[in-house]
C-alpha cells in the first residue's frame, strides 16, 4: 500500500510512526503547511493524488476545508479514502460515500469515532445480524477529562481544561468539545450506521458543558450523581431521536467511573443486548493505531462499511423524556420545577422536544444556564 498522509500534527505524526513500522506499508508523501523536516513532506496536495502509485490517501488534517476539497479530490482521482474527520464526515456523509461507490473505492473512518476504539467497526458487524435498538455512551475524551477532574480532584472547569488540551485531546478549537459538537458528530456517524439511515446535523440538540460550576458538581455529589456529557440514539416505533446532554448517572454506575481521556460506548439489539466498548477516546497513538488499522484493513481488501443504501430519516425526540436539572438566573420563568437542589431545581419529566424548547427561551435571559438531564 503507498500512501499519501495528509496533516503532520498530534495524529498525523502518530500514523507517521506507526505506518512505517509495518512492511507492506509506504508512506510516500506527507502533507503539511509547515516546514517538518522529513523528506516526505510536499505543500502541494495535488502530489498526493497525481502520484498514480498512492492507492490511499490518509486525512487527518481536520477541519472542513480545505479538507473536503482534498478528500473529494482524492476519490475523484481514484484513491481510497481513510479519514479520522468526524466533522468532515458528518458534514458530507451522503456526497463523500456516494463519490467513493461511484469511483468504485473505499472509505473508511473507523477513528472518526471513540478515538483508538474499534467502535464503528463493530457496529458495522452487529448491524448485519440483528437490528440496534440504540447507542449511547462517553464519546469524547476531553470533557470527560474536564468532568473526572472537577468530580474526583477539584478541579476547576478552566485548569482542567488546558491540561485537556495540553495532552492533545481537544480540538484545535476546544469549543467543539466543551459545547458538544464533536459527540454531535460521532453521534451521528454512529447513529447512520447503526440505523442505516442518514441524519442532518442540525436536527440534533445538543446541550454542552461550557458551563458546568463548582456549585452543580457538589449539588449532584450532595445527590451521590456524577455528571458524564453523552450522545445518545435511538430507533423506536420507526422513529429515530437523537441528542448530545449532560447526563447526570448514579455515581457507582459503570459510566460514572470512565476516567480521564477514556470512552465508554455502547449498543443494544434485540438479541444479544448491551454491548460496551471501552478504551482511550483521544490523543495520539490510540487514534493513529484505528487509522493504521483502517489501511490494514483495506490492504486486506476490505471495502466501506458503510449501508449502501442510507435512507434520509427526521430526528424525532418526542420519544426520549427524562427529568433534568436546571440552573439558571431566570428561575421565575421556569413553571416545570418539581424540586429545588441548592440554586438549581428538577424539573418533571419531558421530553428532549420540550427541553430544547425551553432551554433556547432561557438562553435569550440567561447565557450561563446549565441544565442535566437525570439518567
Ligand atoms: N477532541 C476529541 C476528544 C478528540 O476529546 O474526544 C478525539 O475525537
Redesign the pocket.
Known amino acids: 500500500m503507498v500512501i499519501g498522509l495528509m496533516g503532520f500534527g498530534t495524529i498525523g505524526a502518530g500514523v507517521y510512526e506507526l505506518a512505517r513500522e509495518l512492511p507492506g506499508l509506504e508512506v510516500r508523501h506527507v502533507l503539511d503547511i509547515r516546514e517538518i523536516g522529513i523528506p516526505e513532506l510536499t505543500h502541494r496536495a495535488e502530489d498526493l493524488w497525481e502520484d498514480p502509485e498512492v492507492d490511499t490517501v490518509i486525512e487527518v488534517m481536520g477541519g472542513l476545508h480545505p479538507a473536503y476539497e482534498f478528500v473529494t479530490s482524492a476519490l475523484q482521482a481514484g484513491k481510497n479514502v481513510v479519514t479520522a474527520n468526524?466533522y468532515l464526515v458528518a458534514t458530507y456523509y451522503d456526497e463523500l460515500l456516494a463519490l467513493a461507490r461511484e469511483k468504485g473505492v473505499a472509505f473508511r473512518c473507523t477513528a472518526?469515532v471513540g478515538?483508538g476504539i474499534g467502535w464503528l467497526t463493530a457496529l458495522e458487524r452487529v448491524r448485519r445480524l440483528e437490528p440496534v435498538l440504540s447507542v449511547e455512551g462517553i464519546?469524547?475524551?476531553?470533557?470527560n477529562y474536564i468532568l473526572t477532574n472537577m468530580t474526583q480532584n477539584g478541579l476547576s472547569f478552566e485548569i482542567a481544561l488546558s491540561e485537556?488540551q495540553a495532552l492533545g485531546?481537544?480540538?484545535a478549537d476546544p469549543s467543539?468539545?466543551i459545547d458538544g459538537l464533536?459527540i454531535m458528530h460521532?453521534l451521528l456517524l454512529s447513529a447512520n450506521i447503526a440505523f442505516d439511515v442518514s441524519l442532518k446535523k442540525e436536527e440534533i440538540p445538543v446541550f454542552g458543558i461550557r458551563n458546568i460550576t463548582d456549585e452543580d458538581v457538589r449539588n449532584f455529589k450532595e445527590h451521590s450523581l456524577t455528571c458524564k456529557i453523552l450522545g445518545s440514539a435511538r430507533q423506536q416505533e420507526g422513529k429515530v431521536a437523537a441528542f448530545v446532554q449532560p447526563t447526570l448517572l448514579a455515581a457507582d454506575s459503570l459510566t460514572a467511573s470512565v476516567p480521564t481521556?477514556f470512552?465508554l460506548i455502547s449498543y443494544e439489539t434485540a438479541y444479544t443486548g448491551k454491548m460496551s466498548f471501552y478504551g482511550q477516546?483521544?490523543g495520539r497513538y490510540p487514534?493513529a493505531a484505528n487509522v493504521v488499522q483502517d489501511c490494514l484493513d483495506l490492504a486486506g481488501g476490505v471495502q466501506d462499511f458503510y449501508s449502501l443504501q442510507s435512507a434520509a430519516a427526521a430526528v424525532d425526540n418526542s420519544i426520549a423524556r427524562y427529568r433534568y436539572y436546571l440552573r439558571t438566573a431566570s428561575l421565575k420563568r421556569v413553571t416545570v420545577a418539581e424540586e429545588h437542589w441548592g440554586n438549581a431545581v428538577v424539573t418533571k419529566a419531558m421530553t428532549v422536544t420540550e427541553m430544547k424548547k425551553l432551554y433556547d427561551e432561557l438562553k435569550g435571559e440567561d447565557e450561563k444556564l446549565f441544565i442535566a438531564a437525570i439518567g
Not at 464519546?139 to 470533557?143: E, F, I
Request: proline residues 0%.
Open positions: 468526524k472518526a478515538g464519546m469524547n475524551g476531553t470533557t485537556a485531546y481537544a480540538e467543539a468539545d464533536d460521532k481521556n470512552n477516546g483521544a487514534t
